[in-house]
């Protein structure tokens, strides 16, 4: 009988990893980010914001009813929905954070389309660096979201 029990104790342990109580293990949970929506009040001049000035890949969108603008932002989606007919003020530690190659050139189009950033700090005009070498500046969209873009691509 002594062969046995380490065969069975075995089958015990590996039933109790197994069923860990009922929770899923970490690594068996698969996860992604499909996509961020946001509710704009101006389709279009959304559309135009993040499409010509972010440099947002706009991608077609299956509703076709005129009220959604999709774009790629790096393997998920941005999906703009007109779905407001006023805007609302957005604090800057909820935002939506992009990486580019050229974060100086970035600024240059920002600048010349009439946009404005800051740093953390709200100094207009300039950019952070953080303790790591990255540098970041922050800008609002049409309706007030806040943007994080950064050079750590």
């Given at each position: 009988m002594k062969p046995l029990f380490p065969l069975f104790?075995?089958?015990i342990l590996l039933?109790?990893?197994m069923s860990s109580?009922?929770?899923p293990h970490s690594q068996d949970v698969k996860i992604k980010v499909n996509h961020v929506a946001i509710s704009v009040t101006d389709l279009e001049e959304s559309e135009v914001f993040y499409?010509?000035?972010?440099?947002?890949?706009?991608i077609p969108e299956p509703f076709g009813v005129g009220r959604h603008a999709w774009f790629d932002i790096g393997?998920?989606?941005l999906h703009v929905i007109k779905s407001s007919d006023q805007r609302t003020e957005h604090i800057m530690q909820n935002h939506i954070c992009l990486s580019v190659h050229d974060?100086?050139?970035?600024?240059n189009v920002l600048t010349n389309n009439g946009v404005k950033y800051m740093d953390?700090?709200?100094?207009?005009?300039?950019m952070n660096h953080r303790p790591d070498g990255v540098r970041q500046i922050y800008l609002t969209d049409p309706d007030g979201y806040?943007?994080?873009?950064?050079?750590?691509?």
């Amino acid at each position: 009988m002594k062969p046995l029990f380490p065969l069975f104790l075995t089958f015990i342990l590996l039933f109790i990893n197994m069923s860990s109580f009922g929770q899923p293990h970490s690594q068996d949970v698969k996860i992604k980010v499909n996509h961020v929506a946001i509710s704009v009040t101006d389709l279009e001049e959304s559309e135009v914001f993040y499409r010509d000035i972010i440099g947002l890949k706009q991608i077609p969108e299956p509703f076709g009813v005129g009220r959604h603008a999709w774009f790629d932002i790096g393997g998920t989606q941005l999906h703009v929905i007109k779905s407001s007919d006023q805007r609302t003020e957005h604090i800057m530690q909820n935002h939506i954070c992009l990486s580019v190659h050229d974060l100086d050139e970035f600024a240059n189009v920002l600048t010349n389309n009439g946009v404005k950033y800051m740093d953390l700090d709200g100094n207009e005009g300039q950019m952070n660096h953080r303790p790591d070498g990255v540098r970041q500046i922050y800008l609002t969209d049409p309706d007030g979201y806040w943007l994080e873009i950064n050079d750590e691509y």
